[in-house]
């Protein structure tokens, strides 16, 4: 269980650490970016991100027959990324819909390779060293405190 002192040193570095992952991720409309977000536990912290991060770091599986649809689906994440790029289809009768579909189509029937993982410069353990050099800094004060306490008793 955390101190007030270590819970706050959490926080930050957690709060930090945030601003790092969703500066790393490709942005058109920033909602993947904005879904990464941080819950500061009794014990630490946990970062939760859209499902769809792993895709973009390392692809996805053609679509199996049977397969359930998104929520959104991939047609219209693809859609949302087309208007934020202002991306005009090549030929002028296209609209960014239909544009939207047919690059959906192909991902549901090729795959899609991703970018690799572009968390891990961030998420290296010596990014961590200074968390954990401060948090062992705090626990031996209250070390020292606690056997001072019981020394003078």
């Known amino acids: 269980m955390l101190n007030k002192e270590q819970n706050k040193k959490i926080k930050t570095f957690g709060e ?18 904005n879904s990464i977000r941080l819950e500061v536990t009794q014990t630490g912290f946990i970062i939760y991100g859209a499902e769809h991060i792993d895709n973009i770091f390392f692809g996805r599986k ?3 027959a049977g397969a359930k649809k998104g929520n959104p689906t991939v047609q219209e994440m693809i859609y949302e990324w087309i208007k934020a790029k202002s991306i ?11 544009l939207s579909w047919a690059i959906s189509k192909s991902i549901h029937k090729k795959g899609y390779k991703g970018k690799g993982d572009l968390f891990k410069d961030i ?5 961590f060293s200074s968390l954990a050099d ?11 405190r606690s056997i001072r306490k019981q020394i003078k008793k």
Do not use: C, D
């Open 62 to 64: 053609p679509t199996s």
């Open 16 to 33: 930090a650490l945030v601003k790092k992952l969703q500066a790393a991720l490709p942005s058109a409309t920033g909602s993947t970016a």
């Open 134 to 144: 401060e948090l062992l800094n705090i626990e031996t004060i209250n070390l020292q």
């Open 88 to 98: 005009a289809p090549k030929e002028s009768s296209m609209s960014q819909e239909a």
């Open 123 to 127: 998420l290296k353990p010596k990014n």
